[in-house]
């Protein structure tokens, strides 16, 4: 390869890694043809792109980049496939769904979510744990209407209390 292409590649890497702000790092080199596919249907369906990439080429790409990728260097070994996403927990939710079927591949290498790198495949429980941003932001939401919700709540019982009482106090002079 020429080293303009080269050049071009890498311009292209980054441009894509400053796109997402999650990115996978996957070894898929036991997969045959049909498994792949199904996988790159399921990230498709789960808005995770994949991408199969040179490791010398990554690599300049990233250190190219505005963000540290350098704690990913290390697993930067054998064939990598490139998972990125803006969801935190996507592509570690396909991975593990996908690996269920008794299936060892893929494997996780490294995650670099949130501006924390996460090495070894032992780490995809803890990427499924993540919460996106939209859960996040529906769990702040539950928690500011809740105290709402109880003096609401609160208000409509005294109220019920009280007409019980005046109902009872008219009933009693009749």
Known sequence: M????KALL???IKETLASYSCVYLTET???NA????DLRRAAFKADVKMMVVKNTLLKKAMEASDLDYSGLFPAL???????????GNAPAKLLKDFRQKKETQPALKAAYVEETVYMGADQLDTLVAIKSK????ADVVALLQSPA???ISALQSGGNKLHGILETLS???Q
């Open 2 to 5: 020429k080293k303009e292409d």
């Open 10 to 12: 890498i311009e292209k």
């Open 29 to 31: 080199t036991g997969l």
């Open 34 to 37: 049909e498994r792949t596919t």
């Open 77 to 87: 070994v054998g064939n990598t496939t490139l998972m990125l996403s803006n969801t």
């Open 134 to 137: 939209n859960e996040l932001i």
């Open 149 to 151: 919700k109880n003096v």
């Open 171 to 173: 009933n009693k002079e």
